[in-house]
């Protein structure tokens, strides 16, 4: 039961305690907790189960000091020990105690209950099904006498062997070998032979595979081996059914959920830019001669290497197949987990964290997963590290997700005492992972993030929490060709169209970023009106950026979306289909979309059409986002954003880590609004004009027409209509009685703490 808002008589204090209301008789909440209620977006952070956490007892500790000194709600939880496996009982009696454990703590886990956390077992189980490595490799043989030659497994690691045993190879084999004469345009396809019958195996071992080739004049020789390793094969006919008996062996312990984390094939750290190393299985193999009517992967291999001539418009489809058929894989992997996640514990069962390895939309992560970051379902939009923003919030539409959290680590606590600003800004929250690099000591690391201002910062964001309905306002859309990035015998391999993006965020105008395939699984879509949407986004312009290889689902899209509201666009050719086959893309699009030639003019002709419908600018991203190779636009750490339904977000933290002072008159839904606080500040007014919700740090004051709210000291809050329309609020910080001017809008207030440590 509330008290009605601005009512000057109060019911009296006896009356609130009779009518069940949590305040003690000095006016204190009764209940107050370093946690958000169930019912509110929640804090994540992260931890790494090392030996010590397998000592007796051992994740207690943790445990003791995360529960009592942070406001995580959920511990995203992965193994990083040696020779632990999570299929083993002793590993699953562990984490059932620390689960338990965890509960009684207050804390719940997520853990990582992936296949590659079980590669022995599964080994054990599917000896045959195991990922193999295609290696090609090109030797001028001998005019006069046979050659040896050697192929070497290269070793293969990465986060989920830290501390463990790698993908290492177990065998090799030689699978085929061809012989021709190349030029700079291909391989003659009348010299084109399969000398593989001609050849002798010396050795085919873990590390290597040794041959004989035999002489002949004036050509060349591309040996095909293959290296399995200790990891499953994406296409192996099994490994759904183990992935579901993992699970369901942890069925009975009180998990909030479940982790999946960087899906795909074993890690290519360098893009492979020759293009002579391929995730290869029989299996594969299999269903590749299913799907593309009965060819031979091997030579299509070796098509899409050097391609061979007169055989151009094959060579495109081929690579067009091949490396869709990793994206639709390793997808359809993502989905079957987040199913029988659900099915197996629950629907209230979280399924984290991010499908992003390699953190930009590029060659390694077409690679390693095909780059199906928008169908590997998430109950939040989840990336980490330095996945650009117009990834992050695009998938935040997909999930319908009103925040984005980024797995975030680094070796500086400074670069954390920033990042959670411009997350906040761009409609984001962290899920805090230990400061790298490696070497130390994991708990301490994880410790250090709870100590100071960054705690503080923290606990001013999550306010937003209470408020946030729905994700970052983008209202344009840069929809880039799926299959024309992710072909090099294309005009625009590894190009995704971020720039593009980045022009945009730059001018105060966010961009999602989102790929071709979207189209034609049907996520892009359009409303009554026409207007071409995504999740809960509708787009005033969206930008076709290189469609070259698309189907003509995508010509069908833009058809139908030319009779509606939003600006279309085009940014590259349209010159073949998907088949390689050659296709008119400019006549089969709407007259009605522009085509422009460069980067430049077409985001300032979609700027002028934005503004033209009278969409106002949020704050430019005007830093730069730095790592792995690559730099994206960045919100900065102070300034003003929009959500979808129209909260205004106002950032301040750029000279004190905790919050800079916030003095603003702004316009929230054409309503003049006045407000002082601290850090972080949040807006929003219902159909009718009214406040609807209000989150700000160390607030002071706020004015909306009628409504004045003004504080002598500070205070920490948010402040909501529930569906009934009467006000429930969250104060934080918060020591003595409730202000007497918050009593006035509502007694219907909760308390929260924030987890301060000193730095001492």
């Given at each position: 039961m509330k008290c009605n808002q601005w009512n000057p008589f109060f019911v009296s204090l006896p009356i609130f305690l009779a009518m069940g209301i949590g305040f003690s008789a000095t006016g204190y909440a009764s209940d107050i907790s370093l946690r958000l209620p169930p019912s509110v977006l929640p804090q994540l952070g992260c931890w790494f189960w090392q030996d010590r956490e397998f000592e007796p007892l051992g994740y207690k500790e943790f445990l003791d000091v995360i529960s009592t000194h942070s406001s995580y709600a959920y511990l995203t939880t992965s193994l990083r020990a040696p020779l632990k496996e999570v299929t083993d009982d002793e590993t699953y009696s562990h984490i059932k105690a620390a689960a338990v454990y965890a509960r009684e703590r207050g804390v719940s886990l997520v853990m990582d209950l992936d296949v590659r956390l079980a590669r022995r077992a599964f080994q054990k189980q599917y000896p045959n099904e195991l990922q193999e490595m295609l290696m090609m490799q090109e030797f001028d043989l001998s005019a006069s006498e046979e050659i040896q030659i050697e192929i070497h497994s290269r070793e293969?690691?990465?986060?989920?062997?830290?501390?463990?045993?790698?993908?290492?190879?177990?065998?090799?084999?030689?699978?085929?070998?061809?012989?021709?004469?190349?030029?700079?345009?291909?391989?003659?396809?009348?010299?084109?032979?399969?000398?593989?019958?001609?050849c002798r195996v010396v050795e085919a071992a873990s590390a290597s595979v040794k041959a004989i080739l035999p002489a002949a004049k004036n050509r060349k020789a591309c040996v095909m081996a293959s290296f399995a390793r200790l990891t499953p094969d994406v296409f192996a006919p099994h490994i759904m059914e183990f992935q579901r008996a993992i699970l369901q062996q942890y069925a009975d312990v009180p998990l909030a959920g479940v982790c999946k984390d960087e899906w795909g094939f074993p890690p290519c750290f360098d893009g492979n830019p020759n293009k002579n190393e391929f995730g290869y299985s029989a299996y594969r193999a299999q269903t590749y001669a299913q799907e593309t009517g009965g060819r031979d992967l091997l030579f299509d291999c070796l098509l899409m290497t050097f391609g061979v001539q007169g055989r151009e418009r094959e060579r495109?489809?081929?690579?067009?197949?091949?490396?869709?058929?990793?994206?639709?894989?390793?997808?359809?992997?993502?989905?079957?987990?987040?199913?029988?996640?659900?099915?197996?514990?629950?629907?209230?069962?979280?399924?984290?964290?991010?499908?992003?390895?390699?953190?930009?939309?590029?060659?390694?992560?077409?690679m390693k997963n095909g780059l199906d970051w928008w169908i590997a379902r998430?109950?939040?939009?989840?990336?980490?590290?330095?996945?650009?923003?117009?990834?992050?919030?695009?998938?935040?539409?997909?999930?319908?997700?009103?925040?984005?959290?980024?797995m975030y680590y680094s070796g500086q606590k400074s670069d954390y005492e920033r990042s959670v600003w411009t997350h906040a800004l761009a409609g984001g929250r962290i899920n805090y992972h230990p400061i790298y690099p490696a070497d130390g000591d994991l708990f301490q690391r994880s410790f250090e993030l709870l100590r100071g201002d960054l705690a503080k910062a923290e606990s001013r964001v999550r306010l937003l929490n209470f408020i946030t309905k729905s994700p970052l306002d983008c209202p344009v859309a840069v929809i880039f060709g799926h299959a024309c990035a992710m072909n090099w015998a294309g005009p625009a391999y590894n190009d995704v169209g971020m720039e593009m993006a980045d022009v945009l965020w730059?001018?105060?105008?966010?961009?999602?970023?989102?790929?071709?395939?979207?189209?034609?699984?049907?996520?892009l879509r359009m409303d009554e009106e026409g207007c071409i949407k995504y999740g809960p986004q509708r787009y005033s312009a969206v930008i076709l950026y290189h469609p070259e290889f698309e189907t003509t689902a995508v010509s069908r899209f833009f058809q139908k979306a030319a009779s509606g509201p939003t600006a279309l666009y085009r940014l590259g050719d349209w010159t073949r289909d998907f088949e390689g086959n050659p296709f008119d893309g400019a006549a089969a699009l709407p007259p009605s979309m522009k085509a422009l030639p460069d980067i430049s003019s077409l985001a300032a002709d979609v700027i002028q059409t934005l503004q033209t419908k009278g969409i106002a600018p949020q704050t430019p991203a005007s830093s730069k986002l730095e790592g792995f190779s690559h730099i994206s636009s960045s919100p900065s750490t102070e300034g003003f954003c929009r959500l979808i339904d129209g909260t205004v977000i106002l950032i301040a933290g750029t000279n004190n880590i905790a919050g800079d002072p916030i003095e603003k008159n702004l316009k929230v839904q054409n309503r003049e609004t006045s407000i002082e606080a601290a850090g972080v500040a949040a807006v929003r007014l219902d159909d009718h004009g009214r406040l609807d919700g209000l989150a700000a740090g160390a607030l002071r004051k706020f004015e909306l027409g009628s409504f004045r709210l003004t504080l002598r000291q500070p205070v920490d809050l948010a402040l909501w209509r529930d569906r009934d329309g009467s006000f429930t609020g969250a104060i934080q910080d918060c020591d003595g009685p409730i202000p007497e001017e918050l009593m006035k809008i509502t007694c219907d207030w909760m308390r929260i703490s924030s987890p301060l440590l000193n730095d001492e």
């Open positions: 293969l690691s990465d986060h989920y062997t830290f501390n463990t045993t790698p993908y290492v190879s177990l065998q090799g084999k030689l699978l085929r070998v061809y012989s021709y004469n190349r030029g700079s345009d291909g391989i003659d396809s009348a010299t084109l032979q399969d000398i593989t019958s001609a495109i489809a081929a690579i067009n197949r091949f490396m869709q058929m990793s994206c639709r894989r390793n997808g359809d992997i993502e989905q079957d987990f987040y199913r029988s996640v659900k099915e197996i514990f629950g629907a209230a069962a979280v399924v984290a964290t991010h499908p992003t390895w390699w953190p930009y939309p590029e060659a390694r992560e077409f998430r109950d939040w939009a989840q990336t980490d590290e330095t996945t650009p923003f117009a990834v992050r919030t695009a998938l935040a539409k997909k999930w319908n997700s009103p925040v984005w959290y980024n730059r001018a105060g105008y966010p961009a999602d970023l989102i790929p071709s395939s979207e189209i034609e699984n049907g996520s």
